[in-house]
């Protein structure tokens, strides 16, 4: 394991750049690694690992394995240090209940947190 760990997120979203924020500020087992669904990089991503482009989340990719959705957060919990990898036992809830709550959040995140018109992150790809 190489202990790769790349998070490619909504750029637009307030939640997912809040994300963002808050992954800067924790220290990570690998340095994560941020690429936006904006990004011309992230259609070569989609095609590289057979990721539907159609899917509205973040994805983590951590070794070359793709992970969607609430596992996405659980699995990047997983890979923090300190009292955030505590985060990685959600797991143990029903992905069936876990991704109806993201998808929830999800579906309604541009009208609760808002969306910017460009990216604050352009600059970590």
């Not at 220290?27 to 994560?32: L, S």
């Amino acid at each position: 394991m190489n202990n790769e760990l790349l998070i490619l997120y909504d750029g637009m979203c307030n939640l997912c750049s809040g994300l963002i924020i808050f992954i800067l500020k924790r220290q990570f087992i690998a340095k994560p690694a941020f690429i936006t669904l904006q990004n011309k990089k992230y259609s070569e991503l989609v095609e590289k690992h057979k990721i539907d482009k159609n899917e509205d989340t973040i994805i983590v990719i951590i070794d070359k394995i793709v992970y969607a959705k609430s596992t996405a957060i659980i699995m990047l919990f997983g890979q923090m240090k300190g009292i955030w990898n505590f985060g990685k036992y959600f797991i143990y809830i029903p992905k069936k209940i876990r991704d109806w709550m993201y998808i929830l959040i999800a579906n309604n995140r541009y009208r609760i947190f808002g969306k910017r018109k460009t990216c604050y992150y352009t600059n970590f790809n």
